[in-house]
């Protein structure tokens, strides 16, 4: 079964601390996991996807395989990055673009 | 380019009636998809367009259709509407690779 896990509902840091957002997938095959970030009151956008390898506002997340997991990460929170972060999964190499979500994590960033 | 732009941005219905919700892409892309947004079942696909024809469909009843016009616009239909439709329901329109999405229509439904 395709499926894409985010355990976290909520996380709640200081600024200035590491965050770290998890996300495990389940897929037969090769995917392609995206990370979303929907700040208030603003539309669904994308952070960073796997393939890229880019850091995004700070933001990194590397696709491990054997752990199927694909956990974002930031070294130093800005109160800026508070939103609801979405990591989401697509088969690679589909005439696709279905996109498989998490529920979400819910990133607040205290000052 | 103007981003994706989707009408009505919210509605309230009552059961049983059915209701039409309109997507407008960003100029030259050709793929639209459609998402279900609740709190209680986060974001589900619902189906996607290609070039007017439908590509894939999430598991949804018979009463979410969808088409795609030839200028790549898209609509998506709701009929017999239930209390559990109520969402916010999202189009997002893709180039290549990368998905870009609207802000959504909510629909009540009372």
């Known amino acids: 079964a395709q499926r894409v896990t985010q355990p976290e509902k909520l996380l709640s840091v200081f600024k200035g601390a590491p965050v770290e957002l998890k996300c495990n997938y389940s897929?037969?095959?090769?995917?392609?996991l995206f990370w979303y970030v929907q700040y208030s009151r603003q539309r669904l956008q994308l952070l960073l996807r796997?393939?890229s390898r880019e850091s995004i506002k700070g933001f990194t997340a590397d696709l491990n395989k054997g752990e199927t997991s694909f956990h974002l990460k930031k070294p130093f929170a800005q109160e800026e990055d508070s939103a609801m972060y979405y990591c989401?999964?697509?088969?690679?190499?589909?005439?696709?673009?279905?996109?498989?979500f998490g529920t979400g994590t819910l990133l607040a960033v205290q000052p | 380019k103007a981003g994706v732009t989707q009408t009505p941005r919210y509605l309230i219905k009552t059961r049983g009636q059915q209701v039409t919700l309109s997507c407008s892409p960003i100029s030259g892309h050709r793929s639209v998809s459609w998402y279900q947004q609740t709190p209680g079942q986060g974001l589900q696909f619902l189906f996607e367009?290609?070039?007017?024809?439908?590509?894939n469909k999430g598991n949804f009843p018979g009463r979410f259709s969808g088409r795609q016009f030839s200028n790549s616009r898209s609509e998506m239909n709701v009929s017999t509407l239930e209390l559990g439709d109520s969402a916010l329901y999202l189009c997002a329109s893709s180039d290549l690779d990368t998905q870009y999405f609207g802000p959504g229509t909510r629909l009540t439904v009372l």
């Open positions: 367009y290609f070039s007017e024809t439908q590509r």
């Open positions: 897929y037969s095959g090769s995917p392609e």
């Open positions: 989401a999964l697509r088969g690679y190499g589909g005439a696709t673009n279905k996109l498989i």
């Open positions: 796997h393939i």
